[in-house]
């Protein structure tokens, strides 16, 4: 389904600011893999979800979706079948529309529809159908500006507006680090939810060992612009938090940076 064979990627090259992001990575997802990536900052993470929807090229190497070869694709051209949620809640939405016009907007994403079209009697219902799933009560609040929503209840609202229109792939960049432990946990009870009713092929990054563990069937982990250990859905079911310590050990040389994956 998602192919990634040799890419490299430096930011700064031939200056003193030089720095390797990504170096001769290769992945390969199968359809409906949900792969989770850990590491520590500057390790390449959100590089290599930049380099796959498009936001970043590369300087080497190729990215194929479903067998059709996206490397020189725009950002644009590969939105259709590409939803992400960030970090930070107000990222993956826009706060001075509605909840309801946002989710229109989701649901032409990659498309030439004008928002008006988005936003029929029968599409309102669906709108409300789904706003329901999250249990935050939105359904109520459908014509309040997203700005006036709390940053959990945003960060639902960007996951369901990333699954809406079933995309091919969904890409999780630590969508949960900037909330709260109790939000966080909602956030990935709908993860899971709407992954598995969906069969979404997904890919989520994350600081939270814990979190990589217990999400997908498996996990990468990558340091200095490299995957350098790779866990198989066995392996990762079996694996503890230590372990996980243990290898990043092995390439850091000690565990002195242990916080930087905690």
């Not at 590969?78 to 930070?88: C, N």
């Not at 946990?185 to 709908?190: M, S």
């Not at 993860?191 to 060992?209: D, F, I, P, S």
């Amino acid at each position: 389904m998602l192919r990634i064979t040799g890419v490299s990627k430096t930011f700064y090259p031939g200056t003193a600011n030089e720095r390797v992001a990504l170096n001769n990575v290769s992945l390969h997802l199968d359809e409906g893999d949900f792969v989770t990536i850990i590491g520590s900052n500057g390790a390449g993470k959100s590089t290599l979800l930049n380099i796959i929807s498009g936001t970043l090229s590369v300087d080497e190497g190729s990215v194929v979706i479903d067998g059709k070869d996206v490397t020189k694709h725009s950002e644009y051209r590969r939105a259709s079948g590409i939803a992400r949620v960030f970090q930070d809640p107000s990222a993956g939405t826009a706060p001075h529309l509605s909840i309801e016009e946002n989710l229109a907007v989701a649901l032409n994403r990659g498309k030439r529809h004008t928002l008006a079209r988005g936003l029929t009697k029968a599409r309102r219902e669906d709108f409300r159908t789904h706003l329901a799933t999250l249990e935050q009560g939105l359904e109520n609040r459908m014509k309040h500006r997203v700005g006036l929503l709390s940053g959990g209840q945003r960060q639902a609202l960007s996951l369901l507006m990333a699954s809406f229109t079933h995309p091919r792939l969904l890409l999780l960049d630590e969508h949960t680090a900037a909330l709260d432990p109790e939000r966080a946990e909602l956030v990935l009870k709908l993860t899971a939810q709407k992954v598995g009713e969906q069969g979404l092929t997904a890919l989520m990054v994350t600081h939270n060992m814990d979190h990589a563990l217990r999400m997908g069937n498996r996990l990468l982990m990558m340091h200095e612009g490299r995957i350098v250990h790779t866990l198989n859905a066995e392996e990762k079911a079996n694996a503890a938090i230590t372990d996980l310590l243990e290898l990043f050990s092995r390439e850091k040389g000690s565990l002195s940076d242990r916080t930087l994956l905690s």
